[in-house]
């Protein structure tokens, strides 16, 4: 088993930052990629960013330049810092991460979710 346990979310006015944390345990070999998805109310599950454990980076379109995806391979975390945030933020953050166990099986693991609330 892999689990995810995300911290940070919280309520911030907007203009405001918030860093989001994700941290990935279990029966880990390896992980390819780290990520963060949003979910806001009666919407569908989007991507924000990804990043690969060479450092490779992909973000929606709507965060860029306003959000930073980064990665301690050594302690299997994954940080979001949000930065300009808008209401349109607002939503459920997800993390998410797939890689290799050490049974030699492969993982797909989602965090339990964090709420994030950018009031206008």
């Known amino acids: 088993q892999v689990q995810l346990v995300e911290s940070g979310g919280g309520l911030v006015q907007a203009g405001g930052s918030l860093r989001l944390s994700c941290a990935a345990s279990?029966?880990?070999?390896?992980?390819?990629?780290m990520g963060w998805y949003r979910q806001a109310p009666g919407k569908q599950r989007e991507l924000v960013a990804t990043?690969?454990?060479?450092?490779?980076?992909n973000y929606a379109d709507s965060v860029k330049g306003r959000f930073t995806i980064s990665r301690d391979n050594t302690k299997n975390t994954v940080y979001l810092q949000m930065n300009s945030l808008k209401p349109e933020d607002t939503a459920v953050y997800y993390c998410?991460?797939?890689?290799?166990?050490?049974?030699?099986?492969?993982?797909?693991?989602w965090g339990q979710g964090t709420q994030v609330t950018v009031s206008s």
């Open positions: 279990g029966s880990i070999f390896s992980i390819n990629a």
């Open positions: 990043i690969t454990s060479g450092g490779s980076t």
């Open positions: 998410n991460a797939y890689g290799t166990k050490t049974n030699g099986g492969r993982f797909i693991s």
